[in-house]
């Protein structure tokens, strides 16, 4: 099985950004996490991040063709507004899971509204890079049942 886990804007600014929001752990340590996960469960997992929409959504449409059994997301702010990335997620029938950090319906208001959310299977929210492993956890149970 492999799971594509995109990362959209300031994601790679984990443990330099705005800790008490994000927390105090870096991007690296966010990649690490990720692949003694993928060797526990003997799958792979192939992480991408990018600052910008267009790349987000070439990375998208090559999952298209690449293999891909699943992804999980964080659009970061693309999230709120970019009907772009909406629309490539749509486009392919895998699961996806989103995923954010932070608690973002505790956020400012603009945060509340997900215009990608509609089109993956599920969301995780507010806790912490552990909402990465869970999603990781879910698309296991539900592609294997």
């Given at each position: 099985m492999k799971i594509l886990v995109i990362n959209g804007p300031n994601i790679n600014f984990l443990g330099i950004r705005e800790k008490a929001i994000y927390g105090k752990e870096d991007y690296p340590?966010?990649?690490?996490?990720?692949e003694e996960k993928?060797?526990?469960?003997?799958?792979?997992i192939v992480t991408f991040q990018?600052?910008?929409e267009g790349e987000i959504i070439d990375r998208i449409?090559?999952?298209y063709s690449d293999?891909?059994?699943?992804?999980?997301?964080?659009?970061?702010a693309y999230t709120h507004y970019s009907y772009a990335i909406r629309d490539a997620l749509a486009s392919i029938e895998i699961p996806k899971i989103e995923v954010h950090i932070?608690?973002?319906?505790?956020?400012?208001?603009f945060r509340h509204v997900s215009v990608t959310a509609p089109v993956c299977i599920g969301q995780i929210v507010g806790l912490g890079l552990q909402g990465y492993l869970l999603a990781v956890d879910a698309l296991l149970s539900m592609i294997n049942d």
């Open positions: 340590y966010l990649l690490s996490i990720l993928a060797k526990k469960e003997g799958i792979e990018s600052n910008g449409q090559e999952a293999k891909t059994d699943a992804i999980i997301i964080n659009p970061g932070s608690n973002v319906h505790k956020r400012e208001e």
